[in-house]
C-alpha cells in the first residue's frame, strides 16, 4: 500500500521525489555509512563516461564490504522452493473482483478469459489477489476472513499455478482493529497460506518482516517467499527473496538497484502507481535485470498502461525469460561498451556475460528513436534480441523511451534462440503514449413509478439542486479518475483527507421510505416468495424491527422489486434525508444507494448514513460510525456473498407520477 518512509511534513511537492527516494551518490573509495548505503534505493551513476570505470570500481569495493561486514551467505537463495522467484520478472497486482477476473452477472472466477485480456502486456509470471484493502472495516471481518469466505479461492489459485503464474496472498499488518483470529499473525498467516496452497506473501506496507513471521512462512507447508514493499535493507536480503522498486528515482544515466546489485538473484518489481508513462520503470528494470509490477487498478481506479509502455514491456519479457540465468548469474558490468555517439544520444549500455552468452541491455533515453552504432568493438556476429534480426554494420534501433538486447553466442546456439527471433521480428510496435482513457459508467437505475405516494415516506420534489457532497481522498477516489496523477508518492495530510465538493443534480419527483426495511420484512419477502441467492453465503441478519443486513446489492433490488419499488440514488437518498420524518433503524448501518458504477474492471456503489460498527486502529480502514446525510462512501463490490455485510442495509424509493399520467407498475405494497 505504501511505502512507510513517512518523515514529511505540510509542505511538500508531491510532483517530485522525496530525498529518500532519490539515487545515491557512491563515493569513489566505495565507503559509504551503512545507514545510507544498507538502504539506499539506487547508486546514482555519473554524468561523465570518464567517471564510469571508477565508479563500477567503487560498485565492487561496496558490495565486498557489505558482504563481508554482514557475513553474507546468498544460502537462501539456493533452496528449492524458492528458486522461481529469481525469475519471477512480471507481477500483476489484482483485485480479487476485477471484472476480468470475475464474472458478477453469472457470479463465477473467469481466469482465462483474465489471462487472455492481460495478454497484452507479455503474460504475468505472478499476481497478488489483493483482497481486503479497501473495504476491509465495513464490518469486523478480518484480513482472514475475506480469503477464506471466497468460495472456490483455492480452486481459483490452482487454476494460476497449473497455468505456470505464481500466487502472493497480501498481508496487512495493520489490520488490528476488527475479529481477532484464533491465533497471532503469524501463526494465522502460515494457516492461511497452508490452507490456499500459494506461494508467497506480500508485505503491504512492510519493508520487511520481522523474525517470526519469517520463520512462519519459511516453515509453512509449503513455504513461502516473501515481498516487501519498497526498499529491503541488506540484513533481510539474506531472507526476502524479492521487493518492491516502488517510488525510486533513477539518476539521468541509468544507475545500479542497490539491493539487485548486491544480490543479482534478488527480484525486484519496479512500480510507480499512478503514472501514465511507465518508460522510466521498464528502462530501470532491464537495465538491473530486474522485473516489473504492474498494477493498472490502484484500488479499483484505472491507471492503465499506454500501447508504447506495454509494447515496451512485452519486448522486455521476451528477452529476460530465456535470458534469467545470464541476468541472475551472468558477469553484470553497468554501463560499458557503449560508443560515444550512442550515449550523446542518450543510449547507454549494461553487459551480462556467461561462458557461453553475452547480453547487452541497451535503453534510449531519449524521445527520438535511435537507429546507429552502439557498441564499442562489437563481436562479428551479434543479434538484435529486440527487433529479432542480425545486426548489420554495427547499427541497432533503439525505440524512442524504449530498449532493446543485444546478444553474442558462444558455440552451439541455445534451443530458444530461433523460437525468440522469430516472435520478435513479427512483433507489434507502438508509439502511442496516450492514457487509455476508461471512464466509470452508471447502471441505470430503472424506474418505479407510483400515482401516490406509499405510506411513510419523504417526498423529494423534483427540479435541479447543488448538492454538498463530503467524502475522504481515499486510493479509491470517488466517482472517476485517479486522485494523485502523476504525483510521486502521496502522503498525508493530503492522503485519505476529508473533502467537500459541490455539484448539481437533476431529479425527479421520488418518493423515499422513511425507515430502512426491516429483517421482519425481509423475511416475508422470502416466505412469499421462497426465493434464495444462488450463492447464500452470509445471507440475511437482524431482527424483527432492526434493519435488515447481509444482503448484497442483488438481493435489496430484488426485495425492491417484489415491493413495486427500487432503491433511491445517493443524491435522492441525501436529500430525503434533510426533510423531516426521515429516520434511521437502530443498530445504524450503511445504506445501499441506486449508485452501482463499472468502468469494465471495477464494480463500486456509493453507501449513504454511516454506521454503529466502526474499525479502530488504522486508517486504512473503511469509515464507520455515525455520517451526516452530505457525506458519501465509496464501496468496491466484491461477489460470491462478500459483498454482504452486518453494517449495510437499505431503503426504497417510487418515482411519483405527475397527476393524470398512468403509473407503470401499479402502488406499492
Not at 89 to 105: C, G, I, M, P, T
Not at 285 to 293: E, H, P, Q, R
Not at 529 to 551: D, I, K, W
Request: hydrophobic letters at 40%; a negative charge; aromatic letters at 10%.
Amino acid at each position: 500500500m505504501h511505502d512507510p518512509d513517512e518523515a514529511s511534513t505540510n509542505q511538500f511537492d508531491p510532483l517530485v521525489p522525496r530525498p529518500i527516494d532519490r539515487p545515491t551518490a557512491l563515493p569513489a573509495d566505495g565507503r559509504l555509512d551503512p545507514e545510507v548505503g544498507d538502504i539506499a534505493k539506487i547508486f546514482a551513476a555519473p554524468d561523465d563516461p570518464a567517471e564510469w570505470p571508477g565508479w563500477r570500481a567503487a560498485l565492487e569495493r561496496w558490495r565486498s564490504d557489505a558482504r563481508e561486514r554482514l557475513r553474507y551467505s546468498g544460502a537462501a537463495y539456493e533452496a528449492e522452493f524458492a528458486r522461481w522467484a529469481r525469475s519471477c520478472f512480471s507481477v500483476a497486482l489484482v483485485w480479487l473482483w476485477d471484472e476480468r477476473l470475475f464474472d458478477f452477472e453469472a457470479q463465477r472466477f473467469t481466469l482465462d478469459e483474465f489471462l487472455e485480456t492481460t495478454e497484452d502486456h507479455g503474460g504475468f509470471d505472478g499476481v497478488v489477489l489483493w483482497h481486503a484493502y479497501p473495504i476491509i472495516g465495513i464490518d469486523d471481518r478480518n484480513q482472514y476472513d475475506f480469503y477464506r469466505q471466497v468460495p472456490g479461492l483455492a480452486d481459483l489459485i490452482a487454476g494460476f499455478q497449473t497455468r505456470g503464474i505464481r500466487v502472493f496472498v497480501d498481508y496487512n499488518p495493520w489490520d488490528t482493529g476488527t475479529r481477532r483470529p484464533p491465533s497471532d499473525d503469524p501463526a494465522e498467516l502460515a494457516l492461511l497460506v497452508s490452507e490456499l496452497r500459494t506461494d508467497g506473501v506480500f508485505l503491504d506496507t512492510l519493508k520487511e518482516g520481522n523474525p517470526e513471521l519469517i520463520a512462519a512462512l519459511q516453515n509453512a507447508d509449503p513455504p513461502q517467499v516473501l515481498e516487501g514493499e519498497s526498499r529491503v535493507s541488506l540484513q533481510r536480503i539474506e531472507d526476502h527473496h524479492l521487493s518492491w522498486a516502488q517510488w525510486f528515482a533513477d539518476s539521468e544515466v541509468p544507475g545500479v538497484l542497490r539491493a539487485k546489485w548486491y544480490e543479482q538473484r534478488h527480484m525486484l518489481h519496479a512500480t510507480r502507481r499512478w503514472n501514465r508513462d511507465h518508460s522510466d520503470e521498464l528502462q530501470s528494470s532491464w537495465m538491473n535485470g530486474a522485473g516489473i509490477l504492474v498494477w493498472d487498478t490502484v484500488f479499483g481506479v484505472w491507471v492503465g498502461w499506454n500501447e508504447r509502455d506495454k509494447a515496451t514491456l512485452r519486448r522486455m519479457l521476451r528477452m529476460q525469460r530465456p535470458l534469467a540465468d545470464v541476468l541472475t548469474a551472468g558477469t553484470w558490468t553497468p554501463l560499458s561498451d557503449a560508443v560515444p555517439e550512442a550515449i550523446r544520444a542518450g543510449v547507454f549500455v549494461s553487459r551480462f556475460e556467461t561462458a557461453e552468452l553475452t547480453l547487452w541491455t541497451v535503453i534510449n533515453r531519449g524521445t527520438e528513436e535511435y537507429a546507429g552504432p552502439v557498441l564499442e568493438r562489437p563481436p562479428a556476429q551479434l543479434l538484435d534480441l529486440g527487433d529479432g534480426v542480425p545486426v548489420r554494420d554495427g547499427r541497432i534501433r533503439v525505440p524512442a523511451r524504449g530498449l532493446t538486447g543485444v546478444l553474442a553466442v558462444r558455440g552451439p546456439e541455445p534451443e530458444w534462440l530461433a523460437g525468440l527471433l522469430g516472435s520478435a521480428a513479427v512483433a507489434p510496435q507502438a508509439t502511442d503514449s496516450a492514457f487509455p482513457e476508461r471512464p466509470a459508467v452508471r447502471v441505470p437505475p430503472g424506474s418505479a413509478p407510483v400515482n401516490l405516494p406509499p405510506a411513510d415516506t419523504v417526498i423529494v420534489e423534483a427540479g435541479e439542486r447543488e448538492l454538498e457532497v463530503r467524502y475522504r481522498r481515499r486510493e479509491t477516489g470517488m466517482y472517476d479518475g485517479a486522485p494523485y496523477v502523476e504525483e510521486w508518492k502521496p502522503l498525508p495530510p493530503r492522503l485519505h483527507d476529508a473533502r467537500s465538493e459541490r455539484i448539481r443534480v437533476r431529479l425527479g419527483r421520488v418518493a423515499v421510505a422513511a425507515r430502512e426495511v426491516s429483517a421482519e420484512e425481509f423475511g416475508e419477502f422470502l416466505r412469499q416468495t421462497r426465493s434464495r441467492p444462488a450463492h447464500a453465503e452470509r445471507f440475511v441478519a437482524g431482527s424483527a424491527e432492526e434493519p435488515v443486513t447481509l444482503v448484497g446489492l442483488a438481493d435489496a433490488r430484488a426485495y425492491a422489486r417484489w415491493a413495486g419499488a427500487r432503491l433511491p440514488t445517493e443524491h435522492e437518498w441525501q436529500l430525503a434525508a434533510a426533510h423531516p420524518g426521515f429516520e434511521r433503524r437502530s443498530p445504524l448501518v450503511w445504506n445501499w444507494t441506486e449508485s452501482e458504477h463499472s468502468d469494465g474492471i471495477t464494480r463500486f456503489v456509493m453507501l449513504k448514513g454511516g454506521s454503529d460498527y466502526r474499525a479502530e486502529g488504522s486508517d486504512w480502514y473503511f469509515d464507520g460510525g455515525p455520517r451526516p446525510p452530505e457525506s458519501t462512501a465509496k464501496l468496491l463490490l466484491a461477489g460470491l456473498g462478500l459483498e454482504r455485510s452486518t453494517s449495510i442495509g437499505f431503503r426504497l424509493a417510487w418515482d411519483l407520477v405527475p397527476a393524470g399520467s398512468a403509473a407503470g407498475n401499479g402502488g406499492a405494497s
